[in-house]
């Protein structure tokens, strides 16, 4: 177990480090990082310059313009961390050929005096773990949970000192690191976004960040793109009209693609959504993973390579009750938000508003759930043994909501899928796992075919394991 540290102890210890030296660089929430390295004392030999553009005419002459407007982006953290990182490294290089250089930089919006901006910000650090070595990126993004501007500039400070600290002295071990970023702030501050890279970092999957964010409780939501690069929501999903889609996709079937794919086609073509703002998102959530017992790191890859493989942005969250995500999304102005899912989660979610609050809160329970722009696009299925499709307008919901249920599908708050493949209803991820596993003949008919590929070429989800043994 590692030892618990003051933010003064570690601000200290790197000071008295003769190897680390670098520039801080910091815009809003005042220069607190660089106060607490100041204030311990021997800062002479960590800081080679602080600085703070805070006018904006100022800051663009330096950094350059931000062509969105805003000075709060992962955009302007990068160009801060590029300019500073030059300088030092032309002005300071051959003075001091053995020091490890980093610099650090924020950019901050701290609550304002009408409460109308809850705090948040972009913090980085560029930094070498070995003289004349390759360079290392640490990019977070923090919301601030505090309810007073100099208490969020304290948090910053703190944050920013376990950030410099963390990269050098826990650079081993990157889930100790993320865990170390929260010392002296649980309760003050939410992390949702974080991506090391670089030369000291070239085997670790970014994706695990992500992981290890919700399930250490750095953050509810985490996300990465395509690309298996981490990403952070207001960088694309300000304003947008997005649909998410959660499952377990263990594996993404033809039946999950089916599902997502004319849902989402249905969504982009209502009289209500902008196609062109459309975003889609696919969802797995920290209990589905836990669902076979312990949390399996390499279950969790195998289903993200999979999802990336199809083009998908994935979300990783612990955000099993659906009001979280409605709450956590609001933050990003999303103009209508809607969930895909099977017609029998559909039950179980309306099953479970209806059995948990027979106390009378029946009306508010189904309110925080079905707010004006949330919508569900619900996916049929057959019915055991008959084979008849059940849907959302079918749906055997308990007689005592049945009245608020038909409002639901009355005000299309509640929507059947139309467009579905009812060829490959018969599609079940658990089925398919079975298979594979035992390499049964006919798996790969119900996968989409570079899921196929992918699962044969890297023996996803234990595939097959005599196979693996014989081409080593």
């Given at each position: 177990m590692r030892q618990l540290l003051e933010t003064d102890q570690k601000a200290l210890e790197i000071n008295l480090d003769p190897a680390i030296y670098g520039t801080f660089a910091e815009i809003g929430a005042g220069q607190e990082v660089a106060r607490y390295f100041f204030q311990v004392g021997a800062a002479a030999g960590t800081i080679?310059?602080?600085?703070?553009?805070?006018?904006?005419?100022?800051?663009?002459?330096?950094?350059?313009?931000?062509?969105s407007g805003r000075y709060v982006c992962e955009a302007r953290l990068y160009k801060m961390l590029n300019h500073e990182y030059e300088l030092m490294r032309t002005r300071l290089s051959?003075?001091?050929?053995?020091?490890?250089?980093?610099?650090?930089?924020?950019?901050?919006?701290?609550?304002?005096?009408?409460?109308?901006?809850?705090?948040?910000?972009?913090?980085?650090?560029?930094?070498?773990?070995?003289?004349?070595?390759?360079?290392?990126?640490?990019?977070?993004?923090?919301?601030?949970?505090?309810?007073?501007?100099?208490?969020?500039?304290?948090?910053?400070?703190?944050?920013?000192?376990?950030?410099?600290?963390?990269?050098?002295?826990?650079?081993?071990?990157?889930?100790?690191?993320?865990?170390?970023?929260?010392?002296g702030l649980h309760g003050r501050v939410k992390i949702d976004m974080v991506r090391l890279t670089g030369a000291d970092f070239a085997e670790?999957?970014?994706?695990?960040?992500?992981?290890?964010?919700?399930?250490?409780?750095?953050?509810?939501?985490?996300?990465?793109?395509?690309?298996?690069?981490?990403?952070?929501?207001?960088?694309?999903?300000?304003?947008?009209?997005?649909?998410?889609?959660?499952?377990?996709?263990?594996?993404?079937?033809?039946?999950?693609?089916?599902?997502?794919?004319?849902?989402?086609?249905?969504?982009?073509?209502?009289?209500?959504?902008?196609?062109?703002?459309?975003?889609?998102?696919?969802?797995?959530?920290?209990?589905?993973?836990?669902?076979?017992?312990?949390?399996?790191?390499?279950d969790f890859l195998d289903r993200a390579e999979l999802l990336n493989a199809l083009g998908q942005t994935v979300v990783i969250s612990d955000c099993q009750q659906y009001q979280k995500m409605v709450t956590y999304l609001a933050d990003f102005k999303v103009q209508q938000l809607a969930f895909a899912m099977g017609v029998r989660e559909l039950l179980d979610l309306i099953n479970n508003k209806y059995y948990q609050n027979l106390d009378g809160r029946l009306l508010a329970a189904f309110g925080e759930l079905f707010t004006r722009n949330v919508k569900f696009y619900v996916y049929p299925a057959l019915q055991e043994g008959s084979g008849e499709l059940i849907t959302a307008q079918s749906l055997p919901v308990p007689e005592g909501v049945k009245f608020l249920y038909k409002h639901l599908l009355d005000n299309r708050q509640i929507i059947d899928v139309e467009g579905f493949d009812r060829g490959l209803l018969h599609i079940f991820s658990k089925e398919v796992l079975r298979m594979l596993r035992n390499n049964e003949d006919g798996w790969e008919s119900m996968v989409p075919s570079q899921v196929a590929n992918l699962i044969r070429e890297k023996y996803l989800f234990g595939f097959p394991a005599e196979q693996m043994e014989f081409d080593y």
């Open positions: 080679a310059k602080t600085m703070s553009a805070y006018d904006k005419t100022y800051s663009d002459q330096i950094y350059g313009e931000e062509a051959n003075e001091r050929p053995d020091t490890n250089f980093f610099v650090f930089a924020d950019t901050v919006a701290a609550i304002n005096y009408q409460r109308t901006i809850k705090g948040n910000g972009w913090l980085g650090i560029r930094f070498q773990l070995h003289p004349e070595g390759g360079t290392n990126d640490l990019v977070l993004h923090v919301r601030m949970l505090d309810n007073d501007n100099q208490l969020q500039q304290q948090a910053i400070g703190i944050l920013g000192v376990n950030l410099i600290y963390a990269c050098f002295r826990f650079n081993q071990d990157p889930e100790t690191l993320l865990q170390s970023l929260m010392d670790l999957d970014n994706r695990l960040l992500s992981l290890w964010m919700v399930k250490n409780g750095l953050t509810d939501v985490a996300m990465f793109g395509p690309d298996r690069q981490n990403l952070h929501p207001s960088e694309f999903l300000y304003k947008r009209h997005v649909m998410m889609v959660r499952g377990s996709f263990r594996p993404a079937t033809l039946v999950n693609l089916d599902m997502i794919n004319a849902s989402f086609q249905q969504f982009r073509n209502a009289s209500e959504t902008d196609p062109r703002k459309t975003f889609l998102l696919t969802e797995i959530t920290l209990d589905n993973l836990r669902s076979s017992g312990e949390l399996d790191e390499q």
